[in-house]
């Protein structure tokens, strides 16, 4: 009875001895196998077997691609304070499992640190706006740098990306204030141009108004002038002579222009003199304006006419007081040699 107990004590020991051989590793894994504490092999994914007791599974990698997002506070050149996020993208290289395992203790501190240096080496030598334009180019730095560094223990840097740039509140402030101004100025720009448009547009549709005005208001003139010309032409072919045609004229105008004001309820015009003579006073007056008129034009014509006459009389004294001029030797006799 005890041998029948010892032996099944002895088979379920056996059997755990036996699955503890046993091991799975999972897709994009890899375990690290030592025997007796030193290293034995690489298992990839799948099923493996070890032997129980003597070999130990140190630990497992992981094979897939990884990121690291890395904070960094550095000067640019200008003197302003920024934080930039750097985010590493990196796998460890399959035929080299065993460097990235046992060279580094703890990769993602070896990134960081080596990450903190190139940015904190390249960004001081930008301003601040050259850090936002050549965010590409310090990416390019320290992906370069990574690999130089990260390959020799396994790790292969596959991209670097710099996703923020963030400096400090005041800065952001300040800079949001000047583009700011800079688009009012713009805007106020576009606004005096608008409003300098308008305004030339508008005194071109004046000027052109008061063209069209003038030669209304001159073609208006023109017909009455004809208008009036007829009239004196039929006035005179009944045996009036012009200037009772042109009083009657004007009589009947100014008439005309009493019925024109009578003729609107709101009116504040008042026509003066408004008698039946004051028509012909004023067509008197006008004959008497143009005849002092006339008689005026006539004396400066003949005044202008005497100074003329004057002037050409004493330049004709003038040309007769002059003494005879010697004539003048012809220039070839003096330079023939004498006989």
């Known amino acids: 009875m005890i041998s029948t107990i010892l032996s099944a004590v002895f088979i379920v020991f056996a059997l755990i001895i036996l699955f503890s051989g046993i091991f799975t590793v999972k897709q994009q894994t890899a375990a690290a196998i030592e025997r007796f504490g030193k290293f034995q092999r690489v298992s990839s994914s799948g099923l493996h077997f070890k032997v129980p007791v003597i070999d130990q599974i140190a630990g497992r990698i992981n094979l897939k691609v990884q990121q690291l997002d890395v904070l960094v506070e550095t000067k640019t050149k200008d003197d302003v304070f920024v934080k930039l996020k750097i985010s590493v993208q990196f796998q460890v290289m399959i035929s080299r499992i065993y460097d990235a395992f046992y060279k580094l203790e703890n990769s993602h501190e070896q990134i960081t640190s080596y990450v903190f240096d190139v940015v904190r080496a390249e960004v001081p030598k930008m301003k601040l706006d050259d850090v936002f334009e050549r965010k590409d180019d310090i990416a390019i730095a320290v992906k370069r740098e990574l690999n130089e560094a990260m390959e020799e223990y396994g790790y292969d840097i596959i991209k670097t990306l710099v996703t923020d740039i963030d400096p400090d509140i005041q800065v952001k402030a300040a800079m949001n204030r000047i583009n700011a101004s800079e688009r009012e100025k713009v805007a106020a720009e576009y606004e005096a141009e608008a409003e300098r448009i308008k305004i030339v547009a508008k005194a071109r549709a004046e000027a052109e108004s008061k063209r069209l005005q003038g030669q209304g208001i001159a073609d208006q003139r023109r017909e009455i002038a004809r208008g009036l010309e007829e009239s ?94 010697p004539p003048v030797e012809d220039q070839d006799e003096e330079d023939s040699p004498q006989e």
Do not use: C, W
């Open 232 to 325: 004196v032409d039929v006035l005179n072919n009944v045996g009036i002579n012009s200037q009772e045609a042109s009083a009657l004229i004007v009589v009947t105008q100014h008439y005309d222009t009493l019925q024109s004001l009578g003729e609107e309820t709101q009116s504040n015009l008042i026509l003066l003199p408004n008698s039946p003579q004051a028509g012909s006073d004023m067509l008197n007056n006008m004959i008497a304006s143009f005849t002092a008129s006339n008689q005026i034009g006539e004396a400066m014509k003949k005044e202008n006419a005497l100074k003329e006459k004057k002037r050409k009389e004493k330049e004709e004294r003038k040309k007769r007081e002059l003494p005879p001029q």
